[in-house]
């Protein structure tokens, strides 16, 4: 639900929003077989619902997003949700066009059902007893919700980073039910050396002594210490060396050295801000939770029984009975999840002669790429949910940046707005 106002900042803005939360009493089983009794999910619309409820677009949300995508909660908020500059009245998804929704996965730390909630067995924090989770169990939440509200095909359904995961897992266990799908600076399955930083990041935060085997919530200590390096770690692979050099290069923070172990240079600083900020607004069995969905996501799992397939193979016939249309979106200088992962999905649908549509963005973000308002990006995802849905009809494999095309993309006549 969203109000609107008259101060400027809210100005092209969805303006304020308030969170609503839907309680499921049905239990759910999970993909590791332990069953949750009850849950809730925290979500935010903006815009207006059609008649015949075929405007709708769902927005999956990163590892350390939430509900809270657009807009702003109060006239106080110092910034709005998280890709704010994504949705909204004019922008790329037109909340004058569209009815948007966000929700807030279970397992995290912002309103839904997670580590911090009251296990209503014991009445205490779930905390390390709360079930691991995967990317499918989120899309079988979010299909229940779907239910919920009576929406039975999404006009598209839209995800960033791990947003992408729930994206690329949506076409494939509810093809059925969206037009569109958009997958964004994302991966078919982590590589060994994203799954070796992520436990690097868990390591950090079961080390920490505050941790207390999950239950710091219980004892009154948190591990902020491990949470912090956690983030730390994690932010450094989201930016590129280019970045991180224009923004800060070698430069001191009192402009001599100090010849100590405290703040020198003003890149330890910015991580040292940020992961104390993080640390201050994210749960730590959460961040687990997450960074293992991560790691344990397969789309083809389920759906190839034969384990002499190659990935590529694996994923050919997992996407095979996919009838959505896709826009697959990766950036020049994202090296977390590299452009030729993206085109690993644009390879298997183009196999399955699906309707798939490629942007590989110049931009010098890395990773955060996704958050950033870059016009040709914005672009890409406007004039792919206008334009008109085109079936049995392949789409155009297209490159909008200063990079060389592929073989795959010289086979095909340009076609993108």
């Not at 890395?366 to 392949?394: C, E, K, Q, W």
Request: aromatic share 10%.
């Amino acid at each position: 639900m969203q109000a609107t106002t008259t101060d400027p900042k809210f100005a092209n803005s969805v303006g304020i929003v308030t969170p609503q939360t839907m309680h499921f009493d049905t239990p759910l089983t999970l993909e590791c077989n332990r069953i949750l009794p009850e849950f809730d999910l925290v979500y935010e619309t903006y815009g207006t619902l059609n008649t015949d409820k075929s405007n709708a677009i769902l927005i999956c949300h990163a590892l350390s997003g939430s509900h809270h995508a657009a807009g702003w909660h109060s006239i106080d908020d110092k910034k709005p949700g998280w890709w704010d500059n994504m949705i909204g009245p004019g922008k790329a998804i037109d909340t004058t066009r569209y009815f948007v929704v966000c929700l807030n996965n279970i397992g995290s730390c912002h309103g839904s059902t997670g580590p911090t909630t009251p296990n209503p067995v014991t009445d205490k924090p779930y905390g390390p007893d709360f079930p691991l989770i995967t990317i499918k169990d989120w899309v079988t939440t979010q299909a229940m919700l779907s239910d919920r509200l009576g929406i039975e095909v999404w006009h598209a359904i839209v995800g960033g980073s791990m947003g992408g995961m729930q994206a690329l897992q949506w076409s494939v266990d509810y093809p059925d039910r969206l037009k569109r799908c958009v997958i964004i600076a994302s991966t078919p399955k982590l590589s060994a050396q994203n799954i070796a930083f992520n436990e690097v990041a868990r390591q950090s935060i079961l080390s920490d002594p505050d941790f207390n085997k999950g239950r710091y919530l219980e004892a009154g200590t948190y591990p902020r210490r491990g949470l912090i390096l956690a983030r730390m770690v994690g932010h450094i692979t989201y930016l590129t060396e280019d970045a991180m050099k224009s923004k800060f290069g070698r430069d001191l923070k009192s402009g001599k050295f100090m010849y100590g172990y405290d703040v020198e240079f003003q890149v330890e600083s910015y991580l040292r801000y940020q992961g104390e900020r993080f640390s201050k607004n994210f749960d730590a069995n959460t961040y687990l939770l997450m960074t293992k969905a991560l790691d344990y996501f397969d789309p083809t799992r389920g759906y190839v029984d034969d384990d002499s397939l190659s990935d590529m193979d694996a994923l050919k016939q997992t996407l095979k009975h996919t009838q959505c249309q896709y826009l697959v979106v990766s950036f020049t200088t994202d090296w977390r999840f590299a452009p030729a992962r993206s085109q690993e999905v644009v390879d298997a649908l183009m196999a399955n002669d699906k309707p798939v549509s490629y942007v590989n963005v110049d931009a010098p973000h890395g990773h955060d790429s996704f958050l950033f308002d870059i016009p040709r990006y914005m672009g890409a995802v406007r004039g792919f949910l206008n334009a008109p849905f085109l079936t049995n009809t392949t789409l155009t494999n297209t490159t909008l940046a200063n990079t060389s095309p592929s073989s795959t993309q010289n086979n095909h006549k340009e076609r993108l707005a």
